[in-house]
């Protein structure tokens, strides 16, 4: 099974909590705002990310869902 990380940048709030608790340095903060006016954070490296879901536990707007998807074969 893979696992879809993802932020939804419109409820972050750039707090960049998430940032200091990611064991693999997946996660940066964005230099274009969101709707509601803050940087958001995104994953800069997503190809590191080990779905440990420390990231989602932190952040305190509850906006990183990691979900399991059907693994392509194609
Ligand atoms: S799930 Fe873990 S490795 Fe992936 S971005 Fe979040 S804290 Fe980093
Ligand atoms: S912890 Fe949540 S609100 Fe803070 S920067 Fe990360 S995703 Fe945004």
Do not use: W
Request: glycine share 4%.
């Amino acid at each position: 099974m893979a696992f879809q990380h993802n932020i939804d940048k419109n409820r972050c709030k750039g707090c960049g909590l998430c940032l200091s608790v990611c064991p693999k340095n997946v996660l940066e903060i964005s230099t274009k705002v969101n709707e509601k006016g803050y940087f958001p954070a995104f994953q800069a490296r997503p190809e590191d990310c080990i779905h440990c879901t420390m990231c989602c536990i932190m952040c305190p707007d509850v906006a990183i869902t990691i979900t399991e998807v059907e693994e392509s074969n194609a």
